[in-house]
């Protein structure tokens, strides 16, 4: 019989991985803690119409890359690619932004069918801020704090932020206007991709990988240009404002995002360290997405981050994992019991415990204790159950073995340190 494999692009996370994982997850945790944002859970289908709308239709990720399905009655419902869409869904479905600023946060898996290759997979995981309520730019720097704080918390190097703003609406659109007549007097040269965006999308053509259409992209106008005076002095006062806090972005003018939800401020995490998918963070400001999808025009700016891609940085950079290696090991060769005994009486003292189950000869019992990584191993034979005495071994720091009577065990484990 053919055994059945794993979707493409979709990964187990093996014991043997999870301790960067359990590590990525406990900073994430805290971090959004400490500044003050709380969590939200959404679930991972909504209807598609929802990142079709909220996304747009134009975008890589609703022409290509939904995993949708219609449900029973009809509806169309897809695996979300993102979790920016649902978090508004549900705040403007619960009235979370009812005269209430919101600072939230999420972590999960998201679904995008784009073509598998390292760093880039089918589901992955994202850590994800948003920030409900604020027009900035004091609260655009505090989401790029988190993110810093987030690098620095894990001891991840050579992050290096990149920052764009995209302007207002009014702005956009003419700086929109001057990008279409540039590329439409290079036409023959742009790649199938970008002619398809001229029209309604001109802003991602500043995004496309294609070596020629990069060349044309290089003489592009400049959104900086186009900034009325108002959005220049906010630019100014968030990079100021990081500056001030010890960041120094690289300014990127031609740095637009993938999903059409964003204005003003944006910005993107890159590495050189993990090949071609290199951005480990992203994000910006998305001022009309919650009025768009039915609510109080709510001002807003968040980033996700790919979990894959950050476990990956600290693997490339020798970032300790949290230890997952057991205390105590325990062998009772009298009864089973005993070691069950042991066993607890050790966790409510706050180590971690495995009894030896099944049964067999001492040596092999022994072997056990060793692969299982323990630091010590408690062996109970007839004559120390009789006595009601333990033998603690010491597997790995070299102090021997002593026979302990079974209440004084914990305070010898201590004092062995
Ligand atoms: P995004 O740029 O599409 O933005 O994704 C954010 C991050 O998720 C990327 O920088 C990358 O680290 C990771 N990522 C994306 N796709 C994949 C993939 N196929 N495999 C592995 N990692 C991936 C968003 O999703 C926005 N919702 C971010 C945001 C939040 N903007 C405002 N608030």
């Known amino acids: 019989m053919s055994r059945i494999q794993a979707v493409k692009g979709m990964n187990d996370l093996l014991p043997g991985q999870i301790g960067h994982w359990h590590r990525v997850e406990a900073v994430l945790r805290d971090v959004a803690w400490r500044y003050g944002y709380q969590e939200i859970r959404t679930p991972v ?135 279409r007549d540039y590329f439409t007097a290079h036409v023959d040269s742009l790649d199938g991709d970008s002619r398809r965006r001229l029209e309604r999308n001109p802003l991602r053509i500043l995004d496309s990988k294609v070596p020629e259409t990069r060349q044309i992209v290089m003489q592009a106008p400049s959104m900086m240009d186009f900034l009325e005076s108002g959005e220049r002095e906010n630019f100014d006062s968030l990079v100021d404002s990081l500056s001030r806090s010890g960041i120094e972005p690289v300014i990127d003018d031609r740095l637009v995002r993938g999903l059409d939800y964003y204005t003003g401020t944006v910005f993107e995490w890159v590495t050189d360290q993990l090949g071609s998918q290199d951005a480990v963070c992203a994000g910006g400001r998305y001022d009309g997405l919650v009025a768009s999808r039915g609510g109080h025009p709510t001002p807003a700016v968040g980033f996700a981050m790919g979990l894959e891609r950050l476990v990956e940085l600290m693997s490339v950079q020798d970032i300790p994992a949290d230890g997952g290696n057991l205390d105590v090991y325990v062998i009772s060769m009298a009864d089973q019991q005993t070691a069950v005994d042991i066993g607890e009486a050790l966790r409510d003292a706050g180590y971690r415990v495995c009894e030896h189950c099944g049964g067999g000869k001492l040596s092999n019992s022994m072997k056990r204790a060793d692969q299982s990584g323990a630091r010590f191993a408690v062996v109970v034979g007839e004559e120390e159950q009789a006595e009601g005495s333990v033998q603690l071994k010491d597997l790995r720091g070299g102090r021997g073995q002593v026979r302990v009577p079974r209440e004084s065990l914990v305070q010898t484990m201590r004092e062995i340190g």
């Open 45 to 179: 289908l909504e209807k598609t119409e929802l990142f079709r709308q909220a996304i747009g239709d134009q975008t890589d990720i609703v022409e290509k890359e939904m995993y949708v399905f219609e449900d029973a009655g009809g509806v169309s419902l897809a695996l979300r690619p993102e979790a920016t869409a649902s978090t508004v869904r549900a705040g403007n479905e619960h009235g979370l932004f009812h005269n209430r600023k919101q600072r939230l946060w999420y972590m999960g898996p998201m679904f995008r069918r784009e073509r598998p290759q390292k760093g880039r997979y089918r589901q992955f995981h994202q850590f994800g801020i948003e920030a409900f309520g604020w027009p900035g730019p004091d609260v655009d720097a505090e989401v790029i704090r988190v993110g810093t704080r987030v690098w620095k918390e894990l001891g991840v190097a050579g992050v290096k932020l990149h920052l764009n703003t995209l302007g207002s609406e009014a702005s956009r659109t003419r700086y929109r206007d001057a990008l």
